[in-house]
């Protein structure tokens, strides 16, 4: 693995995270001013695209005119960084592949696979499971061991794109087996709980396309990982994988 590359393809990826919910506080402070003002869009929907851009802009008022030139530096940063992720995802073949999971684009795909880095870290799919955050904490008392909510230790990332993808695949892939298992939980124990322990069951998938370095040559790999995908029945494979 290119740790160079995948270290910088990494931080493109917090960048995003980072400029957009920086984006979206600044959009929640102008609609705060114009609460205050009294203003209302005329439009209605739309007041951060052009021709909404220009009525705020308009408006001559120097707090919102702070708020749109700093929403301008973090949407030119966003872009940016969106743009080089869109490049980084054509460099990896695991990324690819990765994409043919419904649920999956190529930047969740390429979030999922910097935070993994090198696989050899882990002897087995528990670490990872650990290193995401998805297992439950284990209390003991005597000889008997008590299971609770997950430990959230470990990757925030990892954790937070893997339940961002479930949420996306269980709309669009009701019959896989992972939305089965986030539907049986669900009944049980709330949509929340149901979305981590299907996070658990994506990564389990998910793991064999990142252990590729060293472990066996990419083309087997590759039909490797689609039969790993179609017997999951979590398929929605782009075309170069058909």
């Known amino acids: 693995m290119e740790c ?9 990826c917090q960048t995003k995270i980072c400029t957009k919910e920086g984006e979206l ?3 929640g402070r102008i609609k705060t ?5 009294n ?9 951060f695209m052009g021709k909404g851009k220009k009525w705020l802009c308009n408006l001559k008022n120097p707090v919102i005119d702070s708020y749109l030139a700093i929403y301008e530096t973090v949407d030119r940063e966003l872009k940016n ?5 869109e490049k980084a995802g054509k460099q990896y073949e695991e990324v690819k592949l990765m994409t ?3 649920g999956i684009g190529v930047y969740s795909a390429l979030i999922i696979y910097s935070e993994i880095e090198d696989c050899s870290r882990f002897s087995n799919e528990e670490k990872v499971f650990s290193y ?3 297992v439950p904490r284990v209390h003991q008392s005597g000889n008997t061991s008590y299971y609770g909510r997950i430990t959230k230790e470990g990757s925030t990332y990892l954790r937070w794109i893997l339940v961002e993808a479930v949420r996306v695949h269980v709309r669009w892939c009701p019959d896989s087996k992972i939305t089965k298992h986030y539907n049986k939980i669900k009944k049980k124990k709330g949509a929340n709980v149901a979305a981590t322990a299907a996070a658990r069951k994506l990564l389990q998938v998910i793991y064999p396309l990142a252990e590729k370095q060293g472990r066996v040559p990419d083309r087997r790999l590759g039909v490797q990982t689609l039969e790993t995908i179609h017997a999951a029945g979590i398929a929605g494979l782009p075309r170069e994988f058909d």
């Not at 001013?33 to 003002?37: N, S, T």
């Not at 203003?39 to 007041?47: E, S, T």
């Not at 960084?81 to 992720?85: M, N």
């Open 4 to 12: 160079a590359g995948l270290d910088l393809h990494k931080s493109f």
């Open 39 to 47: 203003l209302k869009y005329p439009d209605g929907a739309g007041i």
């Open 81 to 85: 960084a969106e743009r080089e992720i």
């Open 100 to 102: 043919g999971i419904k």
């Open 25 to 27: 506080i600044k959009e």
């Open 132 to 134: 995401a955050g998805l």
């Open 33 to 37: 001013e114009l609460r205050r003002r």
